[in-house]
């Protein structure tokens, strides 16, 4: 294969499986469908021109305002109209400092052109040779020539038709400006350590006593110095060579802005908050004014920019923002009540947002947009969700923020990264450090994603869902969140078309033939031959594949039909949901690849660039497009969706509540109006039902391992049901469905030990002659103890143990265990821990020994806990109800007669709620007692003889995970069985567990 270029921000596409090898001849689509369906239009946006705040220079009759990166205004005061100021050819900067006679500079700093806004008069002339441009006041400019330590300041202006040279040396190695107005500047100079600052007005240059201090300001008849250490030096004009008038002292820091004098009081801008950034242009301080001598402060605006501006009678002009809106105010010295006099000069004229690109997926429209802010310039990132039910509406124009890095100040259309959709709600794009993750909601700059050389190169790359594809050298696939590799490809890939949608990749894997493999496995699901030539792009959408070769040749493959249609000779494409949007000579149309519609126009573009000025919902939604206006239309394609489907999926097949919640996540083809999450125990009972509303691309619910009920569910398997119904209405609802495995959640009945931790199968308790507590998990109560707990002899031997609930809430079932000196403990072991002497236990009180057997059938009294039966040697049985607070209700009398009989507690044998008891007679017969559920037992059920054989029984609970609890017998030759219990109270045919189980004296 040649080296191929790829199709530049080629949208992200999916595959469908099952595709074929063959392809039947291309057809071209030549019918032109019906007019669009109605669609929806999304005004510009309007905000206040921030240039207009931005004062640069007042004059006479109105006043210059604007940046160099945004343009350049000019208000007039008669009719407070704001009007951009058309820039001369060759010219970037303007300046205007106390006249109507505003200067531009040329790009190569070696002529200047001079307007008079006034009468409308301009003059443009060339600076003399060896002169560089140094400043502007009034209509005089200022350069500057260097000859060994001394600089000429030559004040140039223009009179009778030609230029009037009047320069002025100055002692220095250089020369810097200090601050100006419209009849002069203060000039700053330095040599072997002296510092002299000199005022250069029409007259010459005069040295004064100032020095050099940063926050330096001239204005109404004075020049203000505002030293670090807080002293405050205001000179008369008139006096610079005298010292300062007024000297006193104010507080302040270094977000802190000397802005001048008005009448006898110092102005300053004091910062009203961290944001917006180190610009002076911003609306963010608070206008303060102090009188020459010191005193309290006193407010004068509210909120305000720290640029200021003064005309030739002292008034200050500023810009304000006040009730949502920004303008131009004139403040005034204070009158006899000693407020200032504040007036509206100007309001700043409303400009539309200029668009500079958009993405489009699941209803989610997001643009990065040229907005003129306070005191920031850069590409804003903004989003608005569209309904995708119903008729179409738009909702709020969300601001998401900049990246200044990646989005600078003015970044034309082919600067401007591309922001790509995922399809879950994140935008992915490339900034200098690599690969960029806006998430859900969140604002600019994004998450580095994937970071490194290879990632920072020009290649394309393609995103879907939590994946995202590059070239570096062959075709690789990472995982967003993590960054880690999924698929890398061989080299050979390096040049080769691709396309990802969802878990699945589309790889050129020859001339005009395609691969479609899994990322998650690696697995190549089926190879197309969608066309005849070298194939140079790729987009995929469910079971489309739009294919190009150059510009020679491109149509779209239906992996599902093996069918192909041609498309129309076009300049950019983009693939959606059965149609293709491109665009030819500026204007954008649409084609149903489906055959049922044709080719259809839906505009003009602004930017003909798809992802510029169009952009595509490739998940079942419509094209949308921006026209010369900023308009945004979103336009329905008439071609119906695709049913909704699940592109992938990540579901864990197994969750520890102790750890966190089952956390599965499916990525839709399109948005859903709700869903549904059943999950049901082996039984078919439903456990726990999770719902959610619209859904945008992913559903991700969570499952804490509880029930409905708000109790945990007991460990062991379940299956889940997902069900979605499309939002759009087309289509069927989807349905998938699975198994995990819980553990850490509700201890299931005998189940202490598991790979882990309790697995939700019962266990067997066994003890050994030499006093050995064995715990050995089920189905096959396994080859070998997974727990075992040494010291059940002497003072510490035991006469019975007892599977029971969890008694004290950690989630871990406890044993009862009686003691050979009649003591009876609860015994509360940790989850998968072996049960020794030492474990922490509770006692439950002495006088035990007098009965000859403990055991627990379950729950007897219907109140939801299991309780213990007890038998006299005389043969009466009572019945201790569990109180739920660790301890037993006063014992109740069961029965009498038991005498004789070797007693099991069973569990729920008959499947009705309640504990039962087994019990085998001297002559070998084996009867069930089903719990009546208030405290006692019903009549007895004969099961059958032949039983004698046996020397224990154990209720063991549900060994074989069918949600009935089973019976395990041995015989006295050693040998296991497991009797599977038929939920009916009897039991199924027996299976061989295999021998040797006399090595443990007694099975509980």
Same mark, same amino acid.
């Given at each position: 294969m040649r080296r191929h270029t790829m199709f530049r921000g080629a949208v992200a596409a999916a595959a469908a499986l099952g595709i074929t090898a063959a392809v039947v001849p291309l057809t071209t689509q030549a019918a032109f469908a019906a007019d669009a369906p109605a669609g929806l239009t999304i005004p510009a946006e309007q905000r206040p021109d921030q240039n207009a705040v931005v004062l640069n220079g007042a004059g006479d009759t109105g006043y210059l305002s604007g940046w160099v990166h945004d343009g350049f205004n000019w208000t007039t005061y008669a009719d407070k109209v704001t009007k951009p100021l058309p820039m001369p050819a060759g010219m970037e900067v303007a300046y205007g400092t106390g006249t109507d006679t505003v200067t531009f500079r040329s790009r190569d700093g070696r002529s200047v052109t001079q307007r008079n806004m006034k009468d409308g008069s301009e003059r443009t002339w060339t600076l003399p040779v060896g002169q560089e441009f140094f400043s502007v006041f009034g209509d005089t400019v200022v350069t500057s020539q260097k000859d060994w330590s001394t600089t000429t300041l030559h004040a140039l202006t223009w009179r009778n038709g030609s230029v009037n040279d009047r320069p002025t040396a100055v002692f220095g190695d250089y020369v810097n400006e200090l601050a100006s107005n419209g009849d002069g500047l203060f000039a700053i100079t330095h040599y072997s350590g002296f510092t002299w600052v000199y005022w250069l007005d029409a007259s010459g240059s005069h040295l004064t006593k100032l020095a050099e201090v940063d926050r330096t300001e001239v204005s109404g008849g004075h020049v203000t110095q505002w030293a670090p250490d807080g002293r405050v030096k205001v000179w008369d004009m008139a006096a610079l060579d005298k010292p300062a008038a007024h000297e006193f002292t104010v507080s302040g820091d270094d977000d802190a802005r000397l802005l001048g004098t008005v009448g006898d009081h110092v102005l300053i801008a004091r910062r009203i908050s961290a944001d917006g950034g180190p610009y002076y242009s911003s609306l963010n301080y608070r206008i303060v004014a102090v009188?020459? %001598?010191?005193?309290p402060e006193r407010q004068v605006l509210e909120r305000a920019t720290a640029m200021p501006?003064?005309? @030739?009678?002292?008034?200050?002009?500023?810009?304000?923002?006040? #009730? =949502? /809106?920004?303008g131009v105010v004139a403040v005034r010295a204070p009158g006899a009540d000693g407020s200032f006099s504040v007036t509206e000069v100007a309001n700043a004229p409303l400009v539309r947002t200029a668009g500079l690109g958009m993405s489009l997926a699941q209803g989610r429209l997001s643009t990065l947009d040229h907005v003129l802010g306070d005191g920031e310039r850069p590409a804003r990132l903004r989003g608005i969700d569209l309904t995708v039910t119903g008729a179409p509406a738009a909702g709020e124009r969300v601001d998401r923020g900049g990246d200044e890095k990646a989005f600078p100040n003015g970044c034309a259309d082919d600067s401007c990264p591309q922001l790509q959709p995922t399809g879950d709600g994140r935008l992915v794009y490339r900034a200098a450090d690599g690969l960029r993750v806006v998430d859900e909601g969140a604002s600019l700059p994004g998450r580095t994603a994937l970071d490194g050389p290879l990632f920072r190169r020009s290649d394309p790359f393609q995103v879907s869902g939590r994946y995202v594809a590059t070239r570096p050298? =062959?075709?690789?696939?990472?995982?967003?969140?993590?960054? $880690?590799y999924v698929y890398r490809g061989p080299d050979s890939q390096m040049y080769s078309a691709y396309a990802l949608y969802g878990s699945t990749l589309w790889v050129e894997s020859g001339t005009g033939s395609v691969d479609?493999?899994?990322?998650? !496995?690696?697995?190549?699901?089926?190879?197309?031959?969608?066309?005849?030539?070298? +194939?140079? !792009?790729?987009?995929?959408d469910g079971v489309n594949v739009l294919w190009e070769c150059g510009s020679s040749a491109s149509g779209v493959y239906d992996s599902a039909t093996g069918r192909g249609v041609a498309l129309p000779a076009h300049q950019d494409a983009r693939l959606g949901d059965g149609y293709v949007a491109w665009q030819q000579g500026g204007v954008l149309n649409v084609t149903d690849v489906r055959g049922g519609s044709g080719t259809r126009t839906l505009g003009s573009p602004k930017q003909a660039a798809a992802d510029k000025g169009w952009a595509v919902d490739r998940f079942g939604g419509p094209v949308a497009n921006a026209d010369a206006e900023d308009a945004i239309h979103v336009v329905p394609t008439g071609v119906p969706t695709s049913a909704l489907s699940a592109i992938d999926a990540d579901t864990p097949a197994r969750v520890n509540a102790n750890s966190g919640s089952w956390k599965p996540r499916w990525w839709l083809s399109k948005p859903?109006? !709700?869903w549904q999450l059943t999950v049901k125990d082996t039984t078919g009972a439903t456990v726990r039902t999770l719902t959610g509303g619209q859904t945008r691309g992913l559903v991700r619910p969570e499952w804490d391992g509880k029930a409905d009920d708000g109790r945990y569910a007991a460990n062991g398997g379940y299956?889940?049901? +997902?069900?979605?119904?499309?939002?759009? =209405? &087309?289509g069927a609802a989807l349905t998938r469905t699975g198994t995990v495995g819980l553990t850490g959640a509700g201890a299931v009945a005998r189940d202490f030990v598991g790979a882990g931790g309790p697995? #939700?199968? @019962?266990?067997?308790?066994? +003890?050994?002659? !030499? %006093? /050995?507590?064995?715990?050995?998990?089920?189905?096959?109560?396994?080859?070998?103890? &997974? @727990?075992?707990? $040494?010291?059940?002899? =002497?003072a510490n031997a035991m006469t019975a143990a007892i599977a029971f609930r969890d008694v004290n #809430?950690? /989630?871990?079932?406890?044993? +009862?265990?009686?003691? @050979?000196? #009649? $003591?009876?403990?609860?015994?509360?072991?940790p989850c998968g821990a072996a049960l020794t002497p030492s474990t922490a236990y509770q006692s439950l009180g002495k006088g035990w020994n007098a009965y000859d057997t403990l055991v627990s059938p379950g729950d007897v009294d219907g109140d939801g806990r299991p309780d213990l039966v007890a038998r006299t040697p005389g043969g009466d049985l009572y019945v201790y109800s569990d109180n739920g607070a660790l301890g037993f209700k006063d014992p109740v009398k069961a029965g009498w007669g038991w005498g004789g009989l070797l007693i099991v507690g069973a569990g729920d044998l008959t499947g009705d709620g309640r504990g039962d008891l087994l019990a085998r007679d001297s002559a070998g017969v084996l009867w069930t007692y089903p719990g009546n559920g208030k405290g006692g037992f019903a009549d007895r059920i004969r099961l059958g003889g032949g039983w004698g054989g046996f020397n224990s029984l154990v209720g063991a609970g549900d060994l074989d995970g069918d949600g009935r609890p089973d019976l395990l017998a041995r015989e006295n030759g050693g040998s296991l069985w497991l009797y599977p219990g038929a939920g009916n109270g009897a039991f199924g045919e027996r299976e061989p567990l295999g021998g040797g189980w006399n090595m443990y004296k007694s099975l509980y």
């Open positions: 009188p020459f %001598g010191g005193g501006r003064f005309t @030739a009678d002292g008034t200050m002009l500023i810009g304000r923002a006040e #009730g =949502g /809106r920004k050298y =062959g075709v690789e696939v990472n995982d967003l969140d993590t960054g $880690e479609a493999i899994d990322v998650r !496995s690696g697995k190549t699901l089926g190879t197309a031959k969608v066309s005849d030539c070298d +194939l140079t !792009s790729l987009q995929a859903a109006a !709700s299956a889940w049901t +997902l069900t979605a119904t499309p939002a759009d =209405g &087309q697995d #939700g199968r @019962a266990d067997l308790l066994a +003890l050994t002659p !030499s %006093g /050995r507590f064995d715990l050995r998990t089920g189905p096959g109560v396994a080859t070998s103890a &997974q @727990a075992v707990g $040494e010291g059940w002899t =002497g #809430g950690d /989630r871990c079932n406890d044993v +009862l265990v009686s003691m @050979a000196t #009649g $003591e009876l403990r609860a015994y509360a072991p």
